[in-house]
Nanobody, 126 residues
Framework: QLLLVESGGGLVQPGGSLTLSCTAS????????IAWFRQAPGKGREGVTC????????NPADSVKGRFTISRDNAKNTVWLQMDSLKAEDTATYYC???????????????????WGQGTQVTVSS
């Protein structure tokens, strides 16, 4: 059974950067596409970006394109989300998720992922 743990959240000023990590405390990530989602208070869960099993394909949402970068190292059993040029509207709880590989690439849609971490809070504020 795969267990995901997110880390790296915190408070950052607008325009700043933060890197989130998603690590498997049990099991191996290498056979799974991984996605990052976020949920702000009072809002639904939004797909941020995803990466396929090999790391050769990603699919960022328009809202983060050019600012957020997802990457993975299967040997380290870790996926990262590098977040640059952060805005107040990026404030949310961020979740990583794993799911079966049903596509050559990936899509950050909640219905495609069935293993979720507990989330890490990101607050962008001056």
């Amino acid at each position: 059974q795969l267990l995901l743990v997110e880390s790296g959240g915190g408070l950052v000023q607008p325009g700043g950067s933060l890197t989130l990590s998603c690590t498997a405390s049990e099991g191996s990530l290498e056979n799974y596409p991984i996605a990052w989602f976020r949920q702000a208070p009072g809002k639904g869960r939004e797909g941020v970006t995803c990466i396929n099993r090999s790391g050769g394909s990603t699919n960022p949402a328009d809202s983060v394109k050019g600012r957020f970068t997802i990457s993975r190292d299967n040997a380290k059993n870790t996926v990262w989300l590098q977040m640059d040029s952060l805005k107040a509207e990026d404030t949310a709880t961020y979740y990583c998720a794993a799911g079966p590989a049903v596509l050559p690439g990936c899509l950050p849609l909640t219905t495609l992922y069935n293993i979720w971490g507990q989330g890490t809070q990101v607050t962008v504020s001056s």
